[in-house]
């Protein structure tokens, strides 16, 4: 089994900052793409930012220039830096991971529990 477990959420004021870490476990073979997405009420889940197990990242046009995505492949575990908070950033935040586990020959999608994010004054 392979577990995703999100940290790092909270409440924060307007243009302050949170960093979001994911960390992997079980019986990992090879991480590929990490990735971070969010929910907000009475909205549909949506891509943050993604990252490749080589380094390339990919963010939504809302947050570009804010947030940041990054790994340790040595500790199995992704970061998301969120600068310049806004209210709109209000979401659960989720993390996603495409995995292969030791002894099985396709990768899949685990998804962690999310962490609560609220910007406001």
């Known amino acids: 089994q392979v577990q995703l477990v999100e940290s790092g959420g909270g409440l924060v004021q307007p243009g302050r900052s949170l960093r979001l870490s994911c960390g992997a476990s079980?019986?990992?073979?090879?991480?590929?793409?990490m990735g971070w997405y969010r929910q907000a009420p009475g909205k549909q889940r949506e891509l943050v930012a993604l990252?490749?197990?080589?380094?390339?990242?990919n963010y939504a046009d809302s947050v570009k220039g804010r947030f940041t995505i990054s790994r340790d492949n040595a500790k199995n575990t992704a970061y998301l830096q969120m600068n310049s908070l806004k209210p709109e950033d209000t979401a659960v935040y989720y993390c996603n991971g495409r995995i292969q586990q030791k002894s099985v020959a396709r990768p899949n999608d685990y998804w962690g529990q999310g962490t609560q994010v609220t910007v406001s004054s």
């Open positions: 079980g019986s990992i073979f090879r991480i590929y793409d």
């Open positions: 990252i490749t197990n080589g380094g390339g990242t």
